[in-house]
């Protein structure tokens, strides 16, 4: 059976045609031949055909502004209209694999894996509860494109996929193809590059869209699909909660001073107000099913108990309900649950005063109906809401408020001060004991609603944490009850944020605690002291206490971000591993329960890659079925921006969860050799040599200013957050995000490979024979889940590297600095794709046939971009308009490169 009319091929060819036709039309015949010239000419010299590419730089360096802008401006839409027609094949094919039943990664197939193993319906059920993934989106500024450009392309994608999917006469075809093409000229129009900062709130809406509009309808169908599995093999298995969505946008306040509490308040409003207007929309179309003749059915005791409550407690309602639905008594209740949803965001009285009531509800219609053998339509109209209401409750993603230590511990000490308490003074046990004895005792020691004078950040802070009380008691203690600490190295880090809460009545101990409070570890310092920073807080008073109230879980972040670029790659990959199993160690021994949050990116060097590979590769030890991981910038686009791709998304992401889980039931200690792990140790440390060694080479920060378009980037109205810490200019003060937003430009992604060369061939003089050396190297990555994936993930940032254009970055530098590090970058690049290949045994760097394919469509198209680019970097003045097409440049390449930082 035909799933399909269109191939990837069809779509590209006639897109790009009808680009072309807008070009031409709205610019000139002489600006579509000039794309052309310049199209061609990459492509020739990417096939052979041309030796070099100084066709392609003279006609670059001819153009006049206006003729950039153009071009610049032609490839960006092309890649934006590429991306649909891949993101549509990407459809396509997991389509076609389900109806052929060759898809990996599936339900169906671990199930059966499980029986085979001998798996029983009790084991199966106690798995499932142990798992729960909850996708923390971030307003990280990684999304280069404008709203306004991702709504017109989803509009163009919706098209594609009628003509691909529905079966349809001439006209019907004929009509499609003029919306699309009504589109891409209106696309052609619209301004690509933000001529304003988002705030805050745009960052938060953004985020609310993909919730709103994708994740809240595939919810349903992605349990429907695993109940529909499991009920084949099992009789009597109840599939628990399994997800649970958050956010930071709108919350996360580390260095971005425009999160204000206002900010967080409005977020909160907002999000609860959409997804109570979803469930009223949902409980409509549930009424139109549910019109069951009363006089017919025993809807039963408790659907009836819960009925008649209703019809108490709104007595005017009543009778004009009855009316209106007369023997229909799911309609009534129906009807009545709607009216309770409008009393939520309003002043009037009989309002749900959180989810758990409105899904008790859901749950007499649901078993009223079963009892009455409507198990069909129970399945099909009720429980995808109540998986729903389970997945979203009343908050539609929980937010993580998140700030840096630093701010704490000022706030702490000014208010401190206030009391005559010198907090500044006090060594780290003084510190300790000090807030331990604090929280532990009735009487606040400071009023955060009423600070007296102090400086703006401990305002702030102290603002933040009065305001969490407000929250948690108008929008319930789960819509906000997590705060994570950025750059915590020390336990008493952790009290201070308890310590606030304490005083502002959000923790009332030994009776309440509401909230978890998270260490991020991300320095080399955090990391290496796990233990003292973790075992303190576990051995202290005030902390067990808290900790025994929120279930005697303990959630840590993991920094992939700085840890990577303070350590690079390989380094930093092996540190996070080792800290893994060490957490995991220190909350055995405490009988504490882990919950790693990985602070992951969107690129290889940022923790990127696929997510069920990387759940797959995690230690034994450190998977105890919950996991939380951050999901940022165009990642949330790609993941979650198509309802297909999403529900495939969360697929993968359970199956490898509930695998991992199984895994680690099966053998709690991951087996390593001694032999693997000594190799990995002589790498990492020989790797993280040679990276600091550059960072911290003299001129190196020059270099960098001078061959990538940091500069530019720095000052793109990507996100609400500075791209900076200070003002200073040094790698450490730089974020990751544009550091590898950076060199990814550049087409030179050092944060993903550089000194994995090096690393691996000081393990390979370090042996006595290197070809056995490689040999173990060869059983590492067919053998040991983590060295395969580090290793596939940097292969993929060396085979999205192109050395020849990084040559053309490098020449903007001066001779000097240029001499001093692209060769040395360039071998280490070489020396790994050759190391990478001899390992996993690929001839190709990428071992995905669909990202090589994707990669030999695209390079030809990004050439003239990054030449353009570097045309206009080394021109020591540029005009307002070279100016907009520079920052346009930016967004061309990353649509063509499909990743920023």
């Known amino acids: 059976m035909e799933l399909h009319d269109r191939s990837v091929r069809r779509d590209v060819r006639e897109l790009g045609a009808l680009l072309g036709d807008v070009l031409e039309a709205q610019t000139s015949t002489e600006s579509f031949e000039t794309v052309e010239e310049l199209r061609t000419n990459a492509i020739s010299y990417r096939e052979g055909e041309l030796d070099s590419r100084s066709p392609l730089r003279e006609r670059i360096a001819e153009l006049s502004p206006d003729e950039a802008s153009v071009i610049a401006r032609a490839f960006t839409v092309y890649f934006e209209l590429i991306n649909l027609a891949e993101e549509r094949e990407r459809v396509r094919t997991v389509r076609h694999a389900r109806q052929e039943q060759t898809l990996e990664d599936t339900f169906e197939g671990t199930v059966s894996e499980l029986i085979e193993q001998g798996v029983t319906e009790a084991e199966l059920e106690e798995l499932l509860d142990d798992v729960l993934i909850e996708p923390t989106f971030t307003a990280h500024p990684t999304e280069a494109r404008r709203g306004t450009v991702k709504a017109k392309l989803r509009s163009i994608a919706d098209r594609i996929e009628e003509l691909d999917e529905r079966r349809l006469t001439d006209r019907e075809r004929t009509a499609l193809w003029r919306k699309i093409d009504a589109e891409v000229n209106s696309l052609w129009g619209t301004r690509q590059v933000r001529n304003r900062r988002p705030e805050p709130a745009d960052e938060a809406l953004n985020v609310q869209w993909y919730l709103e509009n994708t994740l809240f309808d595939v919810i349903g169908e992605t349990y429907r699909e695993l109940e529909s599995v499991v009920d084949k093999e099992f009789d009597d298995v109840d599939v628990p909660k399994l997800f649970e969505f958050r956010s930071w946008a709108g919350s996360d306040r580390d260095g971005n001073p425009f999160v204000t509490p206002e900010v967080t308040t ?32 025993d809807t ?310 696929p997510m069920n590979e990387a759940l797959l590769a995690l230690p034994n030890e450190t998977v105890t079925g919950e996991v939380k991981f951050t999901e940022q910038g165009e990642a949330i686009a790609e993941k979650y921006g198509n309802p297909d791709i999403a529900e495939r998304n969360l697929e993968q992401m359970l199956d490898a969860q509930v695998r991992s889980r199984h895994r680690a039931l099966e053998e709690p200690v991951e087996p390593v050799e001694d032999g693997w792990r000594k190799a990995m140790q002589t790498m990492a440390d020989a790797a993280g040599e040679a990276y600091r060694d550059l960072l911290e080479a003299e001129g190196f920060v020059q270099y960098f200013e001078q061959a990538t378009p940091i500069t530019v980037i720095e000052d793109l109205n990507l996100g609400s957050r500075p791209a900076s810490r200070t003002d200073e200019r040094t790698v450490e003060d730089l974020r990751a995000i544009p550091w590898v937003f950076s060199w990814t430009q550049s087409r030179c992604i050092l944060p993903g490979w550089y000194s994995l060369a090096s690393g691996i061939d000081a393990y390979l003089e370090d042996a006595d024979d290197e070809e056995a050396a490689i040999e173990t190297l060869q059983e590492m990555h067919d053998e040991w889940p983590f060295f395969r994936t580090t290793l596939d993930n940097a292969a993929v940032a060396l085979a999205r590297t192109d050395m020849e254009i990084a040559t053309e970055y490098a020449d903007l530098a001066d001779p000097e600095l240029r001499e001093e590090f692209f060769p040395h970058l360039r071998d280490e690049y070489e020396r790994a794709s050759d190391l990478v290949g001899t390992i996993t045994g690929r001839e190709s760097l990428e071992r995905r046939e669909w990202l090589e394919g994707s990669l030999e469509r695209r390079n030809p198209y990004v050439d003239p971009l990054n030449l353009l680019q570097v045309d206009l970097l080394d021109r020591t003045h540029r005009t307002p308009e070279e100016e907009r097409t520079l920052r346009l440049t930016v967004n061309g390449i990353a649509a063509g490169m499909k990743n920023t930082g």
């Open 266 to 297: 409005e977020t909160l409003s907002r999000q609860r107000s959409v997804v109570v207007e979803k469930y009223r929309d949902e409980l409509k179309v549930l009424s139109a099913a549910l019109s069951q003749d009363g006089t017919r059915y």
């Open 300 to 609: 039963g005791a408790a659907f009836t108990e819960r009925l008649e409550a209703d019809r108490n407690r709104f007595p005017g309602l009543a009778p004009e309900i009855e009316t209106r639905y007369p023997d229909e008594p799911y309609r009534q209740k129906l009807r009545f649950m709607r009216e309770r949803l409008d009393r939520v965001d309003d002043v009037r009285p009989g309002e749900y005063n959180g989810p758990e009531a409105f899904l008790e509800d859901l749950d007499a219609i649901h078993q009223s109906l079963v009892d009455n053998g409507g198990q069909a339509v129970a399945a099909e109209f009720v429980e995808p809401l109540r998986r729903q209401a389970s997945t979203f409750g009343f908050a539609l993603a929980s937010l993580d408020v998140r700030d840096h230590q630093e701010n704490h511990t000022e706030a702490v000490a000014e208010a401190l001060e206030r009391q005559e308490i010198d907090y500044r003074d006090l060594d780290e046990e003084g510190r300790i004991e000090l807030l331990t004895e604090a929280i532990l005792q009735d009487e606040p020691v400071i009023d955060p609603g009423d600070p007296g004078l102090i400086s703006e950040t401990a305002k702030r802070v102290l603002s933040r944490f009065d305001k969490l009380a407000d929250w948690q008691e108008e929008y319930g203690i789960q819509a906000i009850d997590t705060y994570c600490i950025s750059m915590t190295e020390e336990s008493s880090h952790v009290l201070e944020v308890l310590f606030l809460a304490d005083q502002a009545g959000v923790v009332a101990l030994p009776d309440h605690c509401g909230l978890d409070v998270v260490p991020l570890l991300e320095t080399e310092y955090a990391l290496d002291g796990a233990e003292r920073i973790m075992g303190r807080l576990f051995e202290n008073e005030a902390y067990a206490q808290a900790l025994a109230l929120r279930g005697n879980t303990q959630e840590v972040m993991l920094g992939y971000s700085d840890s990577n670029k303070e350590n690079g790659f390989l380094a930093a990959n092996w540190s996070l591993y080792r800290n893994q199993k060490r957490l995991a160690a220190i909350t055995d021994a405490y009988d504490v329960d882990l919950r790693l949050f990985h602070g992951r990116g969107g690129s290889i060097s940022r923790g990127g890659g």
